[in-house]
């Protein structure tokens, strides 16, 4: 069983920062990509940024420049640094992982809980 477990969420203010952090512990053999998602009221989740094993990056294009993406693969965690936040990036945030377990033949996607980020204008 592997679990995905976010934090650091919060309140801040436009211009702020926040830092999330997502960690993944169980009978994990391997991480391939890692992301976050966020989900705001009546939108789709979107994907915000995602890191390959070997640390390449993606972003959509509305956090370019103000969030980075980072991983830990010793520690099983990926971070999200998020900078010159706006009222826009308001949301819950999860965390995602494409992770192989020593129970299943095949890597599947896993899920955190979310964690709520206000920006307030």
């Known amino acids: 069983q592997v679990q995905l477990v976010e934090s650091g969420g919060g309140l801040v203010q436009a211009g702020g920062s926040l830092r999330l952090s997502c960690e993944a512990s169980g009978s994990i053999l391997r991480i391939n990509v890692q992301g976050w998602y966020r989900q705001a009221p009546g939108k789709q989740r979107e994907l915000v940024a995602s890191?390959?094993?070997?640390?390449?990056?993606n972003y959509v294009d509305s956090v370019k420049g103000r969030f980075t993406i980072s991983r830990d693969n010793a520690k099983n965690t990926v971070n999200l640094q998020m900078n010159s936040l706006k009222p826009e990036d308001t949301a819950v945030y999860y965390c995602?992982?494409?992770?192989?377990?020593?129970?299943?033949?095949?890597?599947?996607?896993?899920w955190g809980r979310g964690t709520q980020v206000t920006v307030s204008s």
């Open positions: 995602n992982a494409n992770i192989k377990t020593a129970l299943l033949v095949v890597s599947r996607d896993y």
């Open positions: 890191i390959t094993s070997g640390g390449s990056t």
